[in-house]
T-cell receptor
């Protein structure tokens, strides 16, 4: 079966750095996505990785290792507004998105 | 403001009733999708449409139907609602396929079936 694993919940301190991991087992791989979802709101796109390595976009970076079936989202200089759920999704061999259950990130002052 | 509009935002429905969730986009995207989101589970695809006039089944299509008469509208119908269809439903769209780039989501429709 296809599976995306993420931690259910993480806690971090304002101003700090946090890394949210995502491991996947899918039938094929055609890209990995990270979305942010604030409570009660729609998911919004953060990043896309299809090749190994690090993609940096401001305070957020996303890393991919296809050989390990592993990705992480790195958030720097955490702000209270970063409190949200972070969703990892993988496009499989049929180009269908398989979604993880999301990681709820709690930021404390 | 460009984007996706869903209606209603929230609805309580008696089991056995018919319900249509509306979705309209003004970005002229080819592809549209309906997902459901349940606590502890990832988003699950119900139905999708790659272009106007075509639809396809996703991971959890049973009990739901869709139509795509034009580019902008993609309604989701529950023919006879059951309590297991209690969920938050998200409509989304993309320029290309869901694997090719950003998905744009509506604000969601919270449906409770009693």
């Amino acid at each position: 079966g296809q599976n995306i694993d993420q931690p259910t919940e993480m806690t971090a301190t304002e101003g700090a750095i946090v890394q949210i991991n995502c491991t996947y087992q899918t039938s094929g791989f055609n890209g990995l996505f990270w979305y942010q979802q604030h409570a009660g709101e729609a998911p919004t796109f953060l990043s896309y990785n299809v090749l190994d390595g690090l993609e940096e976009k401001g305070r957020f970076s996303s890393f991919l290792s296809r050989s390990k079936g592993y990705s992480y989202l790195l958030l720097k200089e955490l702000q209270m507004k970063d409190s949200a759920s972070y969703l990892c999704a993988v496009a499989d061999s049929n180009y269908q998105l398989i979604w993880g259950a999301g990681t709820k990130l709690i930021i404390k002052p | 403001i460009a984007g996706i509009t869903q209606a209603p935002t929230s609805q309580i429905l008696a089991a056995g009733r018919r319900m249509t969730l509306r979705c309209t986009q003004d970005m002229r995207h080819n592809a549209m999708y309906w997902y459901r989101q349940d606590l502890g589970l990832g988003l699950r695809l119900i139905h999708y449409s790659n272009t106007a006039g075509t639809t396809g089944k996703g991971e959890v299509p049973d009990g739901y139907s869709v139509s795509r008469a034009n580019t902008d509208d993609f309604p989701l119908t529950l023919a006879s609602a059951v309590p297991s269809q209690t969920s938050v439903y998200f409509c989304a769209s993309s320029e290309g396929g869901q694997d090719t780039g950003e998905l744009f989501f509506g604000e969601g429709s919270r449906l409770t079936v009693l």
